[in-house]
């Protein structure tokens, strides 16, 4: 698989990016990755989806159709310039709409991925509890970040084991995330803190929270990205399982393998 | 045409690390009567014509399920006013 096969147009409607093996039993199978005005990462978020051998499509905010895809990655980015504030506008996207119906309902219920961008969109659709607000250093961050997963059970990472740590890059300014102390033990006792921050904490995040899911586990948001480091040659120069070579990491596959392995059961 | 004003604040709990910043910066221009800063936001939502019940209990369903998120803000006025200022 070379760079040039995986050319994806910028927006537009459904392009779907067909796996090269037609005998595999992901065949059919689609992972739908939503772009806003603004958003940065759908097409890296393609790609990663693509890598794990999984077909990913593209849908747009203002579409009511999910186009009947299997999962949903909401990318990173800026959508609506983060007015108001971000993924305050975009949570009211018709697309969202349809997004938050098929994700509730249990643990066979859409699996949704918000990555940065996206995971400051489904807390605002209430799709997962708390908020983000501006780091408490108040500068954008950009670095390669270690994370251990604590809940190796979830749509989004069951590829990895229990408190493995990965390194993935994190890049954001309103990274914070807050929640009040009830919320937040309810996330701590229903092991649903999903990803922390190894290493310190880079933003100010309450007890060194960098992703959460649902009850259910389907829904699972994150701030740092886990699609820019899935192929080696673009990654970080960093990987929790060893050394690696320049800009070797790809601890992020993982996550994307975990949600084709889930849909094929 | 009149004016429904929306104030949000960042909860009081919250850190506004925005505040902090710029309660940082005041003592640089040699204001030092300050002991604290916290940055909200104004709305000021125009209604062509009159503001009746309904159109005020619009801004205030606006002002808690999109301009503010209840988690970290809380709105802290919605309020009509008639002429240009107060």
Request: aromatic fraction near 4%.
């Amino acid at each position: 698989m070379s760079a040039a096969d995986i050319e994806t147009p910028l927006i537009g409607g459904p392009q779907p990016v067909a796996s090269n093996n037609d005998d595999s039993p992901l065949n059919g199978v689609t992972v739908g990755v939503v772009t806003f005005p603004g958003s940065l990462d759908d097409r890296d978020a393609v790609r990663a989806v693509r890598l794990a051998g999984g077909s990913a499509v593209q849908l747009w905010h203002g579409d009511h159709d999910l186009h009947e895809v299997d999962a949903v990655i909401i990318p990173g980015g800026f959508s609506y310039g983060d007015y108001l504030r971000a993924g305050a506008i975009s949570r009211f996207a018709p697309l969202m709409e349809q997004i938050a119906r098929a994700a509730s309902g249990g643990p066979d219920a859409l699996p949704v991925l918000g990555i940065c961008n996206g995971f400051q969109v489904l807390t605002e659709a209430h799709l997962l509890p708390g908020s983000m607000i501006k780091n408490n250093h108040l500068h954008f961050i950009c670095r390669d970040q270690r994370l251990r997963v604590e809940n190796a059970e979830t749509s989004w990472t069951s590829a990895y084991a229990r408190d493995e740590e990965i390194v993935i890059p994190l890049k954001n300014q309103d990274g914070q995330f807050v929640a009040d102390n009830r919320t937040l033990d309810e996330l701590e006792g229903e092991g649903r803190v999903v990803f922390r921050y190894v290493d310190g904490n880079p933003n100010g995040s309450r007890r060194d929270i960098a992703g959460i899911s649902n009850i259910a586990g389907n829904v699972v948001g994150l701030m740092p990205h886990p699609e820019h480091a899935v192929e080696a040659g673009f990654g970080p120069d960093s990987s929790a399982r060893g050394e690696v070579g320049v800009r070797g990491g790809t601890d992020g596959l993982g996550i994307f393998t975990s949600v084709l392995k889930k849909l094929v059961g | 045409m009149p004016r429904i004003v929306v104030d949000v604040m960042p909860k009081p709990e919250i850190l506004d690390p925005q505040g902090k910043a710029i309660a940082g910066a005041l003592p640089r221009i040699g204001l030092t009567g300050f002991a604290g800063v916290r940055q909200g936001k104004r709305f000021e939502l125009t209604v062509d014509g009159e503001v009746t019940a309904e159109v005020l209990e619009q801004a205030r369903h606006a002002a808690t399920t999109l301009l503010s998120n209840p988690v970290i803000e809380d709105v802290t006025r919605v309020e009509v006013i008639e002429e240009d200022g107060q």
